[in-house]
């Protein structure tokens, strides 16, 4: 099992979501994604779809600002 | 054939489904397709778009002005339509500087560019269609496109195609 970092902040609609889905794509079953992304859309978003694409959403944590921590297992 | 019982879930995973027609060549109506498309896909869509008429120059191997189609007409208007790069904006075109400008402002801007909305619905695995009547009179041919290129199709089997889900046309 494997941890990797997406940062997302600065990425706007679609990519914000296209950038997360072909990363957790390419890793294995138990890895770990860290994103780092903004308040709004992607944060209201990203985690939700990734639920409801199977995928096990174990954190959302406020890190400064508007950037927050999303931690996805695949 | 065992047919699903339609439960709630199973009736919301059947209609996330996207389908979209693309017949606009437009630079813009390009990034809306590719956008829609893209999106849809990262949160577990299936995606399917067809591409016909003017949309076809978005699926063209040749991305910029090639005398692409069989015959001369076919040739002469696979030259004036172009490729990806070509792409005229609908509205403001001015004689092609319009597409420059905006492709600069979206690198400015951050924001995902038409050539890499493409690149990321190939990675996607976004099913992409060619309509059949269009190539047959444009006089082009499947290895005149990129190799993504699922099929080459007519209405009844992207009827079929779409069946269950959404479609819009742009």
Not at chain 1, 45 to 58: A, C, Y
Not at chain 2, 16 to 36: E, N, P, Q, R, Y
Request: with cysteine; charged share 25%; aromatic share 10%.
């Amino acid at each position: 099992m494997a941890t990797f970092k997406l940062d997302i902040t600065r990425e706007h609609c679609p990519m914000t979501f296209v950038k997360t889905k072909i990363q957790l794509s390419k890793l294995n079953a138990g890895d770990v994604l860290e994103v780092l992304l903004t308040e709004g859309e992607p944060l209201e978003n990203v985690p939700k779809s990734s639920r409801e694409q199977g995928f096990n959403v174990l954190e959302i944590s406020h890190v400064e600002g508007v950037v927050h921590k999303v931690l996805i297992q695949k | 054939m065992e047919v699903p019982e339609l439960t709630p879930e199973n009736q919301a995973k059947a209609q996330k489904k996207l389908s979209l027609i693309c017949f606009s060549g437009d630079f813009d109506k390009l990034v809306a397709t590719f956008t829609l498309a893209t999106g849809a896909a990262a949160v577990g869509y299936e995606v399917n778009i067809f591409f016909t008429f003017w949309g076809l120059d978005a699926i063209k191997k040749k991305q910029g002005r090639a005398f692409v189609g069989k015959g001369f007409l076919g040739k002469l208007f696979g030259f004036f339509m172009g490729g990806l790069r070509s792409a005229p904006v609908s509205r403001l075109n001015f004689l092609g500087l319009s597409p420059k400008i905006f492709r600069y402002l979206m690198r400015k801007k951050n924001v995902a560019t038409l050539e890499e909305l493409v690149e990321a619905a190939k990675a996607l695995e976004i099913n992409l269609y060619a309509c059949e009547m269009a190539m047959h009179i444009l006089g082009l041919e499947k290895s005149d496109f990129i190799h993504e290129i699922k099929g080459v199709l007519g209405v009844a089997t992207f009827l079929e195609i779409s069946e269950g889900g959404r479609t819009i046309f742009i």
